[in-house]
């Protein structure tokens, strides 16, 4: 079992950065594969990137590729989505997941989520 909480999230204007925390507990992180999932108001939970286990394999949606990075410290149990030239398109509740099998777009392959943070960018 594994715990996920989400941290970070904010109102940043468009151009602007925020930085996005997952923070992990009650098992061994590394053997997990973390994803990040956005979901906005009426509209579908959509896929933004996820990484392995080992943090060599980064995997972004076409919508993010070039402006939001993802990495992980298994030291401290936290995966991190750093957001770069927002836009207010990227507005949504973002979240992350774990599952201990597969790296994945796809969000039912994941198996653990945390609650949530919102980002909301002003235009």
């Known amino acids: 079992q594994v715990s996920l909480v989400e941290s970070g999230g904010g109102l940043v204007q468009a151009g602007g950065s925020l930085r996005l925390s997952c923070a992990a507990s009650?098992?061994?992180?590394?053997?997990?594969?973390v994803g990040w999932f956005r979901q906005a108001p009426g509209k579908e939970r959509e896929f933004v990137g996820t990484?392995?286990?080992?943090?060599?394999?980064?995997i972004y949606a076409d919508s993010v590729q070039g402006r939001f990075t993802i990495s992980r410290d298994n030291a401290k149990d936290t995966v991190t989505l750093d957001m770069n030239s927002l836009k207010p398109e990227d507005t949504a509740n973002y979240y992350c997941?774990?599952?201990?099998?597969?790296?994945?777009?796809?969000?039912?392959?994941?198996?653990?989520w945390g609650p949530g943070t919102q980002v909301t960018v002003s235009s």
């Open positions: 009650g098992h061994i992180f590394s053997r997990y594969a």
């Open positions: 997941a774990a599952n201990s099998r597969i790296i994945a777009r796809d969000g039912s392959a994941y198996d653990y």
């Open positions: 990484i392995d286990m080992t943090g060599y394999i980064i």
